[in-house]
């Protein structure tokens, strides 16, 4: 089956838009993003978009390319491992961003705003990466 360029290009414009987002929170000192609501929400929200069309995407090559569907987010991100699809480094550190969007979407512990700034300072390249090595499957 087919990979559909137009869906997974859709969600490259999503992650985009919110890394654009993002650059003005990594411009910030920890203590200042700590200390402003109004980062800490746009870190908050981009950073769940960002993760989220991550997952999509890869839900999507899963089910188009290997014909599986995964039984979870990290086991998503392990069948493109495994299939050669994306290396080991950027595998582990998506399952880590899908893990952590859990937290922040469903809330199981107190979120963590120090983790967030972590990850949009630390984290954004792999999103990059990830989106060289999709956008090279869908030109093959």
């Given at each position: 089956m087919n990979i559909d360029k137009k869906r997974i290009f859709k969600k490259f414009d999503e992650i985009n838009d919110a890394l654009k987002?993002?650059?003005?929170v990594k411009a910030l000192?920890?203590?200042e993003f700590l200390e402003s609501r109004?980062?800490?929400?746009?870190?908050?929200?981009?950073?769940?978009?960002?993760?989220?069309?991550?997952i999509d995407i890869c839900f999507h090559?899963?089910?188009?390319?290997?014909?599986?569907?995964?039984?979870s987010y990290g086991d998503c991100f392990n069948l493109l491992k495994e299939n050669n699809l994306i290396p080991a480094d950027?595998?582990?550190?998506?399952?880590?961003?899908?893990?952590?969007?859990?937290?922040?979407?469903?809330?199981?512990?107190?979120?963590?705003?120090?983790?967030?700034?972590e990850?949009?300072?630390?984290?954004?390249?792999?999103?990059?990466?990830?989106?060289?090595m999709v956008f090279k499957l869908v030109e093959e």
């Open positions: 987002q993002v650059e003005r000192k920890l203590n109004d980062y800490k929400d746009i870190a908050y929200a981009n950073l769940i978009i960002i993760t989220e069309a991550v090559i899963t089910a188009k390319r290997l014909l599986k569907a995964p039984s950027v595998s582990n550190v998506l399952i880590e961003m899908a893990r952590f969007r859990n937290l922040m979407i469903h809330r199981y512990e107190k979120i963590d705003f120090g983790k967030v700034y990850i949009i300072t630390n984290s954004m390249g792999w999103i990059d990466k990830f989106k060289k």
